[in-house]
């Protein structure tokens, strides 16, 4: 099982950033994907969802409207746009397959680095 993220760097607030999670291993298809962010000294946090079937979403209201996630099943990826940022979205971001039924599947990537800085 591997869960690769690419796209993070340095960007000027107010820019974009657009996220890749490529992954391999696993029934894409039948899992939820999460970003989740860490920031140096806190918790992480989950960013945003994505289900399996209907692709129904879900974002953390300090992301809500600047953020959006999708996801190819044909291509095993799921994205985070992001735009508009701000210093406080500086973080490392992870990408995170569920599945919960018939037992439960957890799988992490190795994170991306996102700098919001002038």
């Known amino acids: 099982v591997q869960l690769l993220e690419s796209g993070g760097g340095l960007v000027q607030p107010g820019g974009s950033l657009s996220l890749s999670c490529a992954a391999s291993g696993f029934t894409f298809s039948a899992y939820a994907m999460n970003w989740y962010r860490q920031a140096p000294g806190k918790e992480r946090e989950l960013v945003a969802t994505i289900t399996s079937a209907s692709g129904s979403t879900y974002y953390s209201d300090s992301v809500k409207g600047r953020f959006t996630i999708s996801r190819d099943n044909a291509k095993n990826t799921v994205y985070l746009q992001m735009n508009s940022l701000k210093p406080e979205d500086t973080a490392v971001y992870y990408c995170?397959?569920?599945?919960?039924?018939?037992?439960?599947?957890?799988?992490w990537g190795q994170g991306t680095q996102v700098t919001v800085s002038s």
């Open positions: 995170n397959a569920i599945r919960v039924f018939p037992e439960l599947y957890n799988y």
